[in-house]
């Protein structure tokens, strides 16, 4: 009897973000099967995480379908470049310089490994699955991670530019001689709108003595940011207010330049809701090109924190072209 190839229905996605790592087998229709994390700080020698990584990877597909059913692997993480595959100067990970991340798991995993950064893997996970489904020209931008990213998509492909890092909104400058980036810079967009930048905008704003409950908060995070907002805290609002205008600010001269058919707004800081998207939606319409005024939808992400980008990473996956040692 003639022997037919058979199709492998599953790729592993893995989502390595400062704190944690995801990473999660998912099928041909996009379910994830299963999926866990560990911690990425737990391993400051990238030799001990990639070795860790490995075997958690071959622990999770042995025990769900075997190694066999495995096409391919797909990796998200910040500063990654896809047409290289390595992570290269990332300012929110502890590995420093170029780390040639998808040669180092290829080898151990014997599988095809694709690399991107954060914010094209998201994009590819909206495309496949969430908001941007049937869109050609749109971009995502993802406030989280420590940072805020963005992917361009042009004629229904990602724009990666000359050397793979097209769409560093966050790196672009808002104000001279601002805030000190971890990339170096000063001013940076990141460094007002991200997680860390609405940290920095309420010490500001208790320094100048406006009393708030914030203040004797050990912790401040996005969600208590937001839960003091709703309950007429001041401060908390008045910080939502300022990160919402620079969000503002900078999507309306990514649009004046791209001429998208939609931002779609990804991230942990999206659950601040009306508190950032009301300023933000008030920014964006001051300061955008008059032609562009109406015409560019702003979208908040309909996928689930936590799958999106492993979803996307799974999406990476289907794209690279497939190897194996096993065959």
Not at 29 to 45: A, C, L, N, S, W
Not at 116 to 145: P, Q, R, W
Not at 209 to 233: A, F, H, M, W
Request: hydrophobic share 40%; net charge negative; aromatic share 8%.
């Amino acid at each position: 009897m003639e022997m037919i190839d058979r199709i492998k229905t599953r790729v592993v996605g893995v989502d390595i973000r400062e704190v944690k790592t995801t990473y999660a087998v998912v099928d041909i229709r996009g379910d994830i099967i299963t999926q866990d994390y560990f911690m990425t700080q737990d391993y400051p020698d990238i030799n001990d995480y990639v070795s860790t990584l490995t075997e958690k990877i071959v622990t999770m597909v042995e025990e769900n379908g075997g190694y066999e059913s495995i096409r391919s692997v797909g990796v998200s993480a910040p500063s990654a470049n896809f047409m290289t595959g390595c992570i290269e100067n990332a300012a929110n990970l502890q590995w420093k310089g170029v780390v040639p991340l998808g040669a180092m798991l290829r080898d151990r995993l014997g599988l095809a490994v694709a690399l991107a950064n954060d914010a094209h893997v998201t994009a590819l996970g909206e495309k496949a699955f969430g908001s941007a489904h049937g869109l050609k020209d749109f971009v995502v931008v993802s406030i989280s991670h420590g940072g805020l990213g963005s992917c361009i998509f042009m004629d229904g492909k990602p724009h990666l530019g000359f050397n793979g890092f097209a769409g560093e909104v966050g790196h672009s400058c808002v104000e001279v001689n601002g805030r000190q980036c971890g990339c170096g810079r000063k001013g940076c967009l990141e460094t007002y709108c991200s997680d860390r930048g609405l940290l920095m905008t309420v010490n500001e704003l208790l320094a100048e003595g406006e009393p708030s409950v914030l203040r004797d908060l050990k912790n401040i995070s996005v969600e208590s940011v937001t839960y003091y907002c709703d309950q007429g805290d001041r401060v908390a609002i008045e910080a939502m207010r300022r990160l919402g205008f620079m969000l503002g600010l900078g999507i309306a001269n990514y649009a004046s330049i791209l001429n998208p058919e939609a931002i779609i707004l990804t991230g942990d800081m999206m659950q601040a809701g009306k508190w950032l998207i009301r300023p933000m939606r008030k920014s964006f319409d001051e300061h955008v090109f008059h032609n562009i005024q109406g015409e560019t939808r702003l979208l908040v992400s309909i996928l689930k924190e936590g799958e999106r980008d492993v979803l996307g990473a799974s999406a990476l996956a289907w794209d690279v072209k497939e190897y194996s040692l096993f065959k």
